[in-house]
Structure formats: C-alpha cells, structure tokens
C-alpha cells in the first residue's frame, strides 16, 4: 500500500505522514529533506541558487546526513524552494523517490508532487493544508523549540512566497490530486488531526474494496 501526503509548508503533512506510517506500519519518507540536503550542500560549497548547473552539481548527497538539524533551518528552506524548481534537480532526486514508493508492502512519502508524479498509482492520497496565519505560527513554535530564531512576520512572508514558488513552477508543482482527499486542519490541534487523516485513510481504502467486490 502506498500512501501520498502533499500540501503547502508547514500545513502538519509531516506529522500526519508519520502518524499514518507508524498505524500501518510502513516506511516513511519526507522527501522536503531531499531538496533541504540538496540546499544545504549548494549553502555549503558557497553555490549560487539562482544558478540551475551549480544546483544540480549539489544533487551529489553522500556527505550530507539527513539528521543534520542544519536541514531545518528558514534559510535552507527557502534555497530548497528555489532549487526544487530546477527541472535537472528533481529529476536528480526522482529515482530516490521512486524506489521508496515502490519498494514490496508499500511506503509512506510526504511533500508536494507524490501523488501528482511521484506516485500517482497511490492507493490513498491526502492534500492537507492550513491557512498562512495558522501554518506560521506553528512554524514559529517549531523553530524556537529548536533552538533558532524566528518572527511571525517574517515567517509568513517566507511561506506565502514559497507556497508561491512551489505552486508556480512548471514541473511537478504544488497541486492537489484530482483524486486526492482535501484535509484542512487549520482548526484541528495535532491529535485531531492524526485520527481525522487515519479515519480518511481508513475509508479511502474500504471504499476501494468495495469498489473491486461489488455486492
Ligand atoms: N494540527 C496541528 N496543530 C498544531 N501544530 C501542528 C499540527 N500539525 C503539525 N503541527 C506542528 O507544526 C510544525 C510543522 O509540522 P510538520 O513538520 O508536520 O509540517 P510539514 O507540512 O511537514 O512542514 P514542511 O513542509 O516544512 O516539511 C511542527 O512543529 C508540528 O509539530
Ligand atoms: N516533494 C517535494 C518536497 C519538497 N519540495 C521543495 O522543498 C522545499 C522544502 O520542503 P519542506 O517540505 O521540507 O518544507 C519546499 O518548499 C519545496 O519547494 C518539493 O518541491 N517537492
């Protein structure tokens, strides 16, 4: 079984695909740290974002760790929605993905194109989304929980402008599925949540037995 979490920065689509990978004990994949590694080693070597070889040539990711808390920092995640418009970037990372997606009993991955490129067969795809104001402020409470430092302001200037990004971009933007199942949890705390996209999930998959065994 595989199942595709997308949606807009900080919308929880992280929390909820863990949450979904632990329920029915699948292997997880955030593919954002994919783009933040390849970032983070640009960053590093002192590469230009606005140039799409240099870009590229940081796709190499034998020495960057995806435990590196550097990855979660604004500053890398905002070289990450520049980078990831590059059409040579995401076809660099494409496999990675893929592979995960479809390894035997299934996976879990999150971020903005799996169910429209990475995996459009997937058995269950979730679009969850928040609002800006709401998004920020959990993004702020993350940040500063981490140690780093973060302003409201700032942080939702930094999200709408890369909701922009993700959304603009001419390969695999950000968009919902057709058949994907919209989930605004601009209203729900993070046990809510959970059980809301589990439930989803849940009746997604019924549905799709019942669809194949008609009575
Ligand atoms: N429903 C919720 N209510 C309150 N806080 C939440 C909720 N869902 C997630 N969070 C918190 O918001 C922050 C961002 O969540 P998360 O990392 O899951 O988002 P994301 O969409 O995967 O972000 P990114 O796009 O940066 O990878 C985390 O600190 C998480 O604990
Ligand atoms: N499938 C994906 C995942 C991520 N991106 C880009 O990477 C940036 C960082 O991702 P986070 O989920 O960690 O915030 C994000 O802003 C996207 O631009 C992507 O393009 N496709």
Redesign the pocket.
Known sequence: MVIAVD???????????KALARHFGLPHM?T?LLYRAVALNLFRFGGDPASEFEATRACDLTSISLDDPELRSEIV?SIASRISAYPAVRERLLDRQRNFAGQAGGAVL?GRDIGTVIAPQADVKLF?T?SVEV?AR??V??LL?RGMPAHLEDVVIDLKARDARDSSRVTAPLEEAVDAIHLD?SE???D??ISAAIDLAEKRLRDSVDKLNPV
Not at 7 to 12: L, T
């Open positions: 949606g807009p920065a900080a919308s929880g689509k992280g929390t909820i695909a955030d954002g995640g999150d969850v928040a998004r959990r993004r409470a993350e929980s949890t729900m705390d993070i809510a949540a």
